[in-house]
C-alpha cells in the first residue's frame, strides 16, 4: 500500500475525535461523517427526530447517557491497510468514551454499491432494576438489528432502515418482546422443576414495602420482590403470605421468595433449586409478563423423599389439624390395610408418617417398590376452586388431581392434590355446607376417603407403572381400546377403570363401601355405590 493512504489512517481519527467533542453534546442523531460520497443532507432531520423519539422512551435517568450515531466508510476502506474492521472498532471505542449507551450505525460502500452493508453495534442500560428480559437477550437484540439493517440494497432505503431500527429499540417496544419470551421460558423450567403455578393478581407497590431483599421481622422468609399481589380479596405482600402458610406448616422452619426478573439463566435456576430441601418453602413470582394484569405464583413444597402427608398438616399454635375433614379421611384411609399397601409402595423404609398415629399407620417395613424406582409420593391439598382471568369461579379436577413432576435428579413425584374447598360436584359435600349435622359430615368425610383411594388407585399408582415399564409417561400400560386421540391421561385412566373386571369395580368399591357403612350404618350401600362409580 502506498504511503498516503497509511497517512490517511491517523489522520481520520483526528477528525473523528474532533467530530464528536464539538457535535455530540447536542444532538440525537450524531452524524459521525460520511465519506461514501451519498448525500444524507434530505434525511438528517427525520433521522434526528426519530433518535428523539428514542431517547425520551428510556428511563429519565439514562436519557443523558444515550446517543444515536453515523459513520458512512470510505469507499476504499476495504483496500487500505488497517481494512473496516479495525476502523468499525477503533470507533466503537472513541464512541464509548463520549457516552456509556449508544446506538451505532457502520454503512459500508463497496464495488457491490452503496451502503451495501450496515453494521450496528448497540450498549443499552441493563440495570438490574430493568430485569431478565434484557439481560437474557442482549445478544438476540444486535442480530435482530442486523437483519433488519441489511434487508434492502437500496441506498436511499438507509433512512428508513435506520428509523425501523430506533423504534425497534425503544423501550417499551423491548420489555414488551422480550418480557413475555422471558417469562414463558422460565415457567417452563420451573414446571419442569416440579413447580405448580397460580395465578395471582399483581398490585402496585405499596409504600409500606421494605426495600428488596429483606428478612421478615415476623417468620424467617426472605422476600427478594418490591410489590404486592391480591390474594383473597386482600392486597398483601409475598412475605406476609408465605409467613402466614410457613405458620401452619410443621418441620418447615424458612422460605424464600423471588420475582421473575431475579432468575434469568440457569446458573440462577441452580442457585435457587439448591435453597430448597428439607427445610425450606420456596415461592417464585412470575411478574405481569407483556403487560398482562395477572402474574403467575410458581410453588414448590419441600423435597419429598418417600411418602409425604401435607394434608396431615397442623396449626403450630392450637395443634389442630388445618383440614380437619381431610385429615381425618386420610387417617381411615392410610389405616385401612389396603390403603396402606398403597402408600407402602412409595414408602421408604422406616419412613414414619406421623408420629402421633403410629399405631394406626405404623413406619414403613421396607423401601417400597416404586420408591427403589425413583419415585415418591405427595399428598396435599390444595384448592381446585379458582377463578379464570376473567373473575369466573371454576372447578379444576374437582374432587381430586394428580400429577407427575421431576423430584430432582433421578427422581420424580407423583403429587396427589385434595380439594380443600367443599367442592361443587360433589352431594355430600353439598348437604354439608347446607346443614352441618354429624351423619353429614361423616358422609363428607367418607366422600374424602373415597377421593384418596381414588387418586392412589386410578391414577398415581397407574403413572407410576406407566413410568416404570419404560421410564416414559405415555399410557403404555393403558390397553389401546381406553385411549382416545383426544383423550387426556386422566381420561384414558378413568375409562380403563370402567371395566367391569378393572380392579376398581372388583377389589375396591367393596372395601370403600364396607368402611362407609361401618362410619355410617345408615346409609343405603346403593347410595355409596352410585357415589363410588361416578369416575371424577
Known sequence: MSAPFKSLIPWFFLFFGLFVWTQGNSQCYIQLGDYSGFDTSPYLDTLEAAACDLIRSLPSEFQNQFRVYDFGFYRLNDYMEEGVDKIWQEMIRQVEQMTPYYLIFGKESSTQGIYSTIRVAVKLPLAESFGCPLKTNAGLIESDLVNLLNSNDNPYAYAKKEIDAMKYLKWEEILAQFDKQNCDLLYSRLEALGFEARQVKIVEPLLAIAPRSRVSATCNVTDNTDFSVEWYGETRTPASILCSELAEMEGVTQGFIYASDDICTEADLTEVEALINDETLLHVYLKPCGGEEYGVLMEKSPVVRGVSAEVLRKIRVSQEYYWPELAEAFLIFASSSEGYALLSKFGKKDQVLSYA????????????????????????????????????????????????????????????????????????????????????????????????????????????????????????????????????????????????????????????????????????????????????
Request: charged residues 25%.
Open 357 to 536: 398415629h403410629q399405631k394406626e399407620i405404623p413406619p414403613f417395613k421396607e423401601d417400597g417398590e416404586y420408591y427403589s424406582q425413583g419415585i415418591d409420593l405427595n399428598l396435599i391439598a390444595w384448592d381446585l376452586n379458582g377463578k379464570d382471568e376473567y373473575g369466573n369461579t371454576y372447578v379444576y379436577g374437582g374432587n381430586g388431581s394428580t400429577g407427575f413432576y421431576s423430584n430432582g435428579p433421578n427422581r420424580y413425584l407423583v403429587r396427589v392434590s385434595i380439594n380443600k374447598s367443599l367442592n361443587e360436584n360433589n352431594v355430600f359435600a353439598e348437604n354439608y355446607k347446607l346443614k352441618k349435622t354429624e351423619e353429614n359430615r361423616i358422609n363428607y368425610t367418607m366422600t374424602r376417603v373415597r377421593t384418596y383411594f381414588h387418586e392412589m388407585v386410578m391414577h398415581a399408582i397407574l403413572d407410576a407403572e406407566d413410568w416404570k415399564d419404560n421410564k416414559k409417561k405415555d399410557l403404555s400400560n393403558i390397553p389401546d381400546e381406553h385411549k382416545k386421540n383426544t383423550a387426556s391421561s386422566a381420561t384414558a385412566q378413568h375409562d380403563y377403570m370402567k371395566a367391569s373386571s378393572s380392579v376398581w369395580n372388583i377389589n375396591y368399591i367393596p372395601i370403600i363401601t364396607a368402611i362407609w357403612i361401618k362410619k355410617n350404618p345408615k346409609i343405603a350401600r346403593s347410595t355409596i355405590i352410585d357415589h363410588l362409580k361416578d369416575y371424577h
